[in-house]
């Protein structure tokens, strides 16, 4: 069974230009969750997503940042228009519909603003 | 007051010895308490997870919680360097709430 999968492992986006995420969370899981780590800082939950539906958001920044896991396909964490203060690892996680407190991180994508 | 306070350390001990990670909070609405572990460059990883005060061991590791106290700990015995990682405590009430990590070094 693969792991929760990410790509790109590694971003790099000038000021102004859009970032997009992907995660492909492992077989079964239908719940996505992205969450952003700043250096020296701890994990930041950011939104919460099961198929079609954003279930809850309220860790994302409210302008330039989206987020969506459609019917078929990968998750998507969008940010429009990065500034530096944007240069992260980004994290996704999934989990099994029955065991939401398990959840399972992917190996992130380290997101670089020039 | 951040909702989860973890000391971030780093914590340099030889190998064999006891660690002893920390983790305090102030949600008491907090329900699941989750250990995870993190190497360098890679994403977290789960260890442990307790629901109710007590002890819960796995191998090498005992996850303890208080509620009482709003203390949690995970104690690492026979510590090896495979250990070296940042270890994240983990607490959920709705969304998971980290604490800022532990950055622990096991030298052989």
């Known amino acids: 069974n693969a792991g929760v999968m990410q790509n790109p492992r590694h971003l790099v986006r000038r000021r102004g230009q859009e970032a997009r995420l992907r995660c492909s969370p492992m077989?079964?899981?239908?719940?996505v969750y992205w969450y952003r780590q700043l250096p020296e800082e701890g994990l930041k939950f950011m939104v919460y997503l099961q198929k079609e539906n954003i279930i809850d958001e309220s860790g994302m920044p409210k302008e330039r940042f989206s987020a969506e896991f459609p019917k078929e396909g990968p998750s998507i964490l969008r940010i429009q228009q990065v500034v530096r203060g944007d240069s992260a690892a980004y994290f996704c996680a999934s989990s099994p519909p029955d065991t939401v407190y398990e959840q399972y991180f992917g190996p992130g994508t380290r997101l670089t603003v020039t | 007051q951040k909702e989860v306070e973890q000391d971030p350390g780093p914590l340099s001990v030889p190998e064999g010895a006891i660690v002893s990670l920390n983790c305090t909070y102030s949600?008491?609405?907090?329900?699941?308490f989750m250990w995870y572990r993190q190497y360098s460059r890679k994403g977290p990883e789960l260890l442990m997870y307790?629901?109710?005060?007590g002890n819960k061991e796995d191998g090498r590791f005992t996850a303890q919680v208080d509620k009482s106290s709003k203390y949690i700990s995970l104690f690492i015995r026979d510590s090896q360097p495979s250990d070296s990682a940042t270890y994240l405590c983990a607490m959920k009430h709705g969304k998971l709430t980290f604490g800022q990590g532990t950055i622990l070094t096991v030298h052989p």
């Open positions: 307790t629901y109710s005060s």
């Open positions: 949600n008491s609405a907090f329900q699941y």
């Open positions: 077989k079964g899981h239908s719940h």
